[in-house]
Structure formats: structure tokens, C-alpha cells
């Protein structure tokens, strides 16, 4: 039983997309994976440029490219013929392909073939293939923080990716653990909790988690929302496999209504705090909330600092967005509350 | 996308097991199917005896049975190479042949054969197949009971299954969910909410408990604990895909620490049912708890009275054993808090 993982260095594949909009994941990869990424892959008629090294197939290979990144989602999430060859031609060669879009590429014979032909793989970072284990709820040594949200798609990997890069530049011993296929693809190894079976969502989480230094943190992805009625068991499930000791709290100030049930209004952020530390103190008692990331980029730039100041002040809590302010702030309220002492805090 | 149906009526198949205690399914079913069974199908050298009519495959087909149950569990939960022939006939002739096991018996070559070569199916209610869709938090007509728990196995099927026999004589029009395979194969349908994957799980609890008459009762077969950090992700999918009107609490007396997690004493029942209310509130604000459901075997006969008295006094609910006490303190307090004046209330 273990995580997926992806092979670097690699090369991020554009294929012949026009619009720069459908590579985001592309484009992702460029921002938070500099050292992993070889260059792109693009086929002649390709418009989008991430401005990474061009390669040919054989110029990375050459390099010593271990994996082909698909770094494009079309519309409808579906493989183009066109892309076919140099997928073969990456399998047939030992190259991986690390695929995202919703096409399980296993349906496609041609990359059946070229797969039992030679070494490489494709790696669909959406499923979970292998057996999960069911959580045993022991303690694991380390620190851990999760994103936790108002709802689905509020930030919650963008704020867990920027405070790792945070605590990093701080000399802070922390890894990015990612729970959804494109923090999989940044992180090169996680698990698409929301793909595994319910009885095991507990036991994946402690899998991406698991034993490490006394005062390393591990910044976990969150998903869903306890509030959100069709994802909630991702959420309790992350939440107890991931013991966190710590809690932050994601929300986007556009959002008024829950993504995938329209009928029902976003939590109060307080009464959404509470009932997040309420169950995540069943599997660790001392776990607090340390701050909020809100995405404000709904927002005026004049209105925006007082929007974060207010809800500051009526939660007690730091409140940023990561995208303009970065997760200074957090990283701070961390290091008030567990870093001195962080060995004895933990022990309690 | 549906749940897992058994066609009935249907024999209990028991092999040619010897020791009775491996036959608690097909006992189970002999307790709460009688119209369903027509009768028990055992091999020559069978030791146990449901005290049901005998039947050959060949009687059980003539007497229009369609489906073949497997009512034994042997040690392991492995089918036997002596149980294959009459599987095989069964199958030829367009039985069905439902299976609670733990092996898959798509994976017996001579059983795939059979299927291919007659009408009957090899149905697993362990597994769920189909796909299932996202929650959508819609408000469903008909009222809905959850039973929930401090841990697994402390008797939530059962007090689903006893309160709903119970409304049922007192002329209320309830209808068993069940959500685990002992359940299914007692109500001919349900799904196994555990083997849902995660993303799915409150949609899979919309679609066991669909539209029904205002005045008529879900009573779903709850499953884990939002307590138990093993299967937490189960048990909230399932209270928010249920969206209850009510809940009763289960607890077996002698359970002092979560079964799969030694390392976690069991909560204290009036925390276990806030939790759940305050979960339950976020898809039906008016949702309340009902009753306490409690597995006294473990006590003196001369002290379990005191010790529901107690409970009850506590927690200011009614409190039965149902194995000794029924449901009935259940059904009154259902009804005075619901069913008069019925319409109304649900309409709030």
C-alpha cells in the first residue's frame, strides 16, 4: 500500500491546445515545480507557451526525462487523437505518463500496446489503484496542518502549497502533502482521497501522513467541506486520518452558496471553525485553529484590506489571501503557538 | 444507477456447514424474511437445521424460487468446492445466487461459465458496481430515521430493523434501508454504503432513501460512528445523504473503547448524540434525536433495568434493549413528537 508517484525530472506535454486557459495545470507545474521540469513538449501547431525550454521527445529523453506530464485539460477532459504518437513513442521508451484528465487513457489499445511494448507507465493521478488500509487512529510523530473550507474549490490547495513555500523560506522543516490530482502532480506523490473507497478515507489520509520528525510539519490538502452535504465524508474522513494539530481555515468572500447544492447557504466562517475543530478533537484534542485564507480577488483593492481586517478582528484570528499578502502571517501565528517549544507542546 | 435488488422468493443455501454459529445470515433471514423463504437447501452430510422446509434445487425451482442466498459464513468467509455444483445449477436455471461472502465469486471460473451459459446472476452485496451520483442536498418528501452509534456493530441494524416492526404493527407505514450486506439480504435491496467510494457516499445514501409518501418512515440502517476515526467518512455521508428527521443513538453497554482503534475510549452518549445532531442540522435544521437503543447482554439481568433507568434519566429519552424490551417506548415517542400532527410539522 503506498501513494502515487511521479517520476521526475519531466516534461510538461501542451499538445496543440490554442488557449492558454486550458493549461492551467501546465502552468501550475511551471510555477511550483521549477526543479522538476525539464521543459515543454508541444506539437507544431501548439499556440500556448509556459516560456520553458522547448524539447522534442528525444531531446528529453536525452535529458533524462523520467515522466510526460500531461499539462493540458480540453474541454470535456478528453485525449486528442494527435497526441497519440508521441504518448507511444514516451512509452515505448520508458517514460511515464501522468495523466489528470477524466479519459482513462487504459480504454485507449494504442497506449495498451506501447505500454506492454516497453517500460513506461501511465499513471492516472485521479484513481486510486492500489488497496487502502483502514485508519487505526495511532498517534504518528510529527506536526500537521490542514486546510480545512467553506466549501469546495476555495483554496485550500493554493493556501497549504504557499504556506509549505512559506515555512520553507523560514527554514521550517514542512512538506505539502496533496490529496487531489493536481496537488498530486505538484507534490509528484499523494493520493486522490475523494477516489477512494469510503471504508478507507481514514486510512489513506494516514498513509499521506505519516511518521516523521518531531518538528516537521506536514501541510495537507484539504477537501470538501464538513458543510458541504455532497462531499462532507471526504472531509471527515481527511480530517481523522490527518490527526491535524493544527486547522486553517479556507473560504472565497464570492461565495454564498455551496458549489454543488445550491439550496444550501456557506457556514458562518466561526460556526464553520468550530465544528472542524469539534471533530477533529476526537482524534487529537489540542488541535487549534491558527488562521484564515480567504480568496479576495472578488473584491475592490481599496475595500479588500478592510474586508480581511474585519473578519480579523471578529474571529481573533490572522486573515490573508495567499494570492496578494503570501501566508506570512500564518506562518508566524505557527510559530507563536507550537514552533518555541515545539518539541514540548507536541508531547502533551 | 440503483441499488442492489434481490429477487424473491428465494432458498437459504447452508452447504454442508456443521456448527450452527456459521449460520447466522441464514438465521438472520429466517427471522425477518419469512414470506420471502421459501425454504433451506443443504447438502447431504449438513449438521445445522433452520427448521425450515427442506428443499432440493430442483423442489425450490419447481416451487418458482429466483433466488439461491447463501446463509453461511464458514471461517474465513471462503465458498467451498462441495457448495460449486449446486451453485452451478442454480445459475444454469436462472437463479440468482446472492453472496455475502468475502470472496468474489466472479473469480470462480466454472461459476463465470454457468452465468454466461444461463440467466441467473451472481449478485455481491458487498460490492457496489454501478456508479453512483454526487448528493445533490435535495430535500426529499417522507421522513427519515437514522440510527447512529457510538461505535460499529452496537446494534444499529438490529434497532432499524426492530422499530421498524414495530411502527410497522402499530399500522405506520416504515420501510427498512439497509446499508450493509447483512441488512440487504434481509430487505432484498439496499447498498453497501462502506464500499462506496468516498465522493459518492451521501449520494448513495440520497439514492437508498428516495422520495416517498410525507407521512411514511425511512428507517435507515446507520453504519460506523462519527466517533470512530476508522469509518467516520461512512457514518457522515451517510447522515447527510439521509438528511434525518431523527435519530436514535445504539450503544452496546460493554463497548468501553472504539473497535478498531483500542487507543480511543468511546464517547459519552450525550456527546454523541450533540455531534451528530449538530452534523445532522446542517441538511435538516429540525432534526432531533429520539431514543436511546442499548445491547445490554453484558449486564445481570437484575441490573439492566436500573442502568436504562439511569441512562434515561440522564439524558432525558427513552432508552430500551430492544432485544428485551422492543421498540415500543421508540414508536410512542416517535409519534408524539411527529406523527400527530404529522403534515405540519414535516411541512416546517
Chains 1, 2 share one sequence.
Not at 485525449?79 to 517514460?95: C, D, H, R, Y
Not at 491558527?290 to 483593492?301: D, K, R, Y
Amino acid at each position: 500500500m503506498s501513494t502515487i508517484q511521479i517520476k521526475s525530472p519531466y516534461v510538461i506535454f501542451l499538445g496543440d491546445i490554442q488557449d492558454k486557459t486550458l493549461a492551467k495545470t501546465g502552468a501550475g507545474l511551471a510555477k511550483w515545480c521549477e526543479p522538476d521540469v525539464l521543459g515543454q513538449v508541444r506539437l507544431s501547431n501548439c499556440k500556448v507557451d509556459l516560456n520553458l525550454a522547448d524539447l522534442t521527445l528525444e531531446q528529453a529523453l536525452e535529458q533524462g526525462a523520467k515522466s510526460l506530464v500531461i499539462g493540458v485539460a480540453p474541454v470535456g477532459g478528453s485525449i486528442q487523437a494527435s497526441w497519440l504518437p508521441t504518448f507511444v513513442k514516451a512509452l515505448e521508451n520508458g517514460m511515464d505518463i501522468i495523466n489528470g484528465l477524466h479519459t482513462d487513457l487504459a480504454t485507449i489499445p494504442d497506449l495498451v500496446k506501447a505500454q506492454s511494448r516497453g517500460t513506461g507507465r501511465v499513471i492516472n493521478v485521479r484513481q486510486v489503484t492500489e488497496e487502502m488500509p483502514i485508519a487505526t487512529g495511532r498517534k504518528r510523530q510529527g506536526l500537521r496542518l490542514l486546510t480545512v473550507g467553506t466549501d469546495c474549490a476555495v483554496g485550500k490547495k493554493y493556501t497549504a502549497l504557499e504556506l509549505t513555500r512559506a515555512l520553507n523560506a523560514e527554514h521550517i522543516n514542512a512538506t505539502f502533502r496533496a490529496t487531489g490530482q493536481t496537488g498530486i502532480m505538484i507534490a509528484g506523490e499523494g493520493l486522490p482521497i475523494d477516489s477512494v473507497v469510503s471504508d478507507f478515507v481514514s486510512g489513506a489520509a494516514e498513509l499521506i501522513s505519516p511518521d516523521n520528525a518531531a518538528d516537521h510539519w506536514d501541510i495537507i490538502e484539504g477537501q470538501g467541506s464538513l458543510f458541504n452535504p455532497s462531499f462532507s465524508a471526504v472531509s471527515m474522513g481527511l480530517l481523522h486520518g490527518s490527526q491535524p494539530d493544527a486547522i486553517v481555515l479556507c473560504h472565497d468572500v464570492a461565495r454564498e452558496r455551496v458549489s454543488t447544492c445550491p439550496g444550501y447557504p456557506l457556514p458562518a466562517l466561526q460556526n464553520c471553525i468550530d465544528l472542524h475543530l469539534q471533530c477533529a478533537r476526537i482524534v487529537n484534542p489540542n488541535v487549534r485553529c491558527i488562521g484564515v485564507s480567504i480568496n479576495t480577488s472578488s473584491l475592490e483593492p481599496r475595500t479588500r484590506r478592510a474586508y480581511l481586517d474585519k473578519i480579523q478582528a471578529e474571529l481573533g484570528l490572522p486573515c490573508v489571501d495567499p494570492l496578494v499578502d503570501g501566508c506570512d502571517a500564518l506562518v508566524t501565528a505557527l510559530f507563536e503557538q507550537f514552533h518555541q517549544p515545539l518539541g514540548q507542546l507536541h508531547a502533551k
